[in-house]
């Protein structure tokens, strides 16, 4: 594959080591992703006017993409109020308190609960579900919600979505692109997944507990009121008087669940995934705070159900306005160029990112422990567009390429880079992506990335030096 980098790649890939930089810096990342918007729309339109609309373009694009993420943790927010100013929450997780009774136990636990649903179900339904309920048994334990938002999106976007033996649509694409059956990339991926996930999932408990006990632990929490995170007292005394019996309200808390499990059940029998999946659990959500918000309040029902969503839509819309730049800017890297800016990249393109994957596959020397390094940082740069899933038929392609250049290793190379390119663009280490867990858990996105930082690069060590001996 013979790819022409131009002005538009450099300036891209200049801007990415700029935000990077500023990200492990803790340091906030608008006016670089702006600006960098602005440059690559003028190398595109040689125009001022169309860069500087391409700014607005751009943003509207990224909210586009994330619109269904803000409305899923939007609604299951609103609904979680309500839960928690009537106690049905404390009545619902009350017997799942007796097997999580440790920090560590909640830690493992809502991780395999989250692993389990999300072979399933796919994430983004599964982190909704598992965080509603099991959120407020973890904080009650003494786990941050910062650990809880890191076994959820651990577990869930990492080791369950890099694996996909279920759904299987991620190794039906990279399959696909390298012209090998399902079964045997599924087959290769398999020790790859499990090293990654060990790895990444021990060393991102133990830093958690080693700062804890140095007191360095940062919670991340989005602080403002209306948040995800339980009332406090004073809270829960400027809302609208209550209306529920003991009765009802342990009714309730059986109900919601068994709603919820119903859910999981319509999935698997209607074979919904993704959006769909997400749009059942949404309706349900609408559904429980309607119901229970006409019960609590009587008379001030009606005025209290749009309250809650003002609430939730409040907190959605505030968790992702500092995310929206940098996605706009990453999603410059795949569709969305041509989609503002037209057929502009050189011919023969498939978008920035994959290009500079392409370039750097065509610059390094073919073996097998090149290869496998060569893959995983192939996956990880292709996952930069925070999808995990748009570059890893790129990755297949490309370990084809290495496969028949070495004679040998083409599924494990093929899985190799599939798990990278979902571990890091989808939901464990770009903000944008892992935005669901973080905001059920009322945490920064950017904070939660923070922590998944030092994991994932282990485990991404662990797991290329493993694919090194399979190859």
């Not at 090998?180 to 290769?188: D, G, I, K, R, T």
């Not at 030092?454 to 399979?470: H, I, N, R, S, Y």
Request: hydrophobic letters at 55%.
């Amino acid at each position: 594959m013979d790819i022409h980098l131009g002005a538009i790649h450099y300036v891209y890939l200049v801007f990415i080591v700029f935000i990077l930089a500023l990200l492990i810096r803790r340091r906030d990342t608008t006016m670089i992703c702006v600006a960098g918007i602005f440059a690559l729309g003028l190398l595109a339109t040689e125009t001022l006017s169309g860069s500087v609309s391409g700014i607005f373009n751009s943003f509207v694009y990224a909210t586009k993409e994330l619109l269904g993420t803000i409305m899923i943790i939007s609604i299951i927010v609103a609904m979680s109020r309500i839960l928690i100013i009537t106690g049905i929450n404390e009545a619902m997780v009350a017997p799942l308190t007796r097997f999580l009774r440790t920090p560590a136990m909640a830690y493992w636990g809502i991780g395999l609960i989250m692993m389990v649903t999300s072979f399933f179900f796919w994430p983004s339904p599964a982190v909704a579900l598992v965080g509603a309920v099991l959120l407020p048994v973890a904080l009650r334990v003494g786990l941050p919600a910062l650990g809880a938002a890191m076994a959820m999106n651990l577990f869930g976007h990492g080791i369950a979505l890099s694996g996909d033996y279920i759904i299987q649509g991620a190794p039906k694409l990279t399959a696909d692109a390298a012209g090998l059956p399902v079964s045997s990339v599924m087959e290769a991926s398999i020790p790859l997944v499990i090293v990654m996930g060990l790895v990444t999932t021990v060393a991102a408990f133990w830093m958690m507990r080693r700062d804890q006990k140095n007191g360095t632990w940062r919670d991340g929490l989005v602080s403002f009121k209306g948040g995800a995170g339980p009332l406090t007292a004073a809270e829960a005394e400027d809302t609208a008087p209550v209306f529920m019996s003991a009765n009802l309200r342990k009714g309730l808390a059986i109900a919601i669940p068994l709603l919820f499990l119903l859910d999981l059940v319509g999935m698997f029998a209607l074979d919904l995934q993704g959006g769909d999946a997400t749009a059942l659990i949404g309706g349900t959500a609408v559904f429980i705070l309607i119901v229970i918000t006409l019960l609590a309040h009587r008379n001030q029902g009606l005025e209290k159900v749009t309250s809650y969503l003002i609430e939730g839509f409040v907190f959605g819309f505030k968790v992702f306005g500092p995310v929206i730049p940098i996605a706009a800017f990453f999603y410059l890297g795949d569709s969305a160029f041509t989609e503002l800016y037209g057929s502009t990249l050189p011919a023969g393109s498939h978008g920035i990112v994959n290009d500079l994957g392409v370039a750097l596959a065509d610059h390094v020397p073919l073996n097998g422990a090149v290869g496998a390094v060569t893959l995983t940082v192939i996956g990880a740069i292709t996952g930069l567009d925070g999808s995990g899933f748009s570059g890893i038929s790129l990755a297949g392609s490309i370990a084809q390429m290495f496969a028949a250049a070495i004679h040998s290793g083409a599924a494990t190379l093929t899985a190799l880079g599939q798990v990278t390119a979902i571990w890091v663009g989808g939901g464990t280490l770009i903000p944008w992506a892992l935005i669901p867990a973080a905001a059920i858990c009322g945490v920064s996105p950017f904070e939660l990335a923070r922590r998944n930082l030092k994991p994932v690069l282990l485990g991404l060590a662990a797991m290329t030096v493993v694919a090194m001996f399979l190859v």
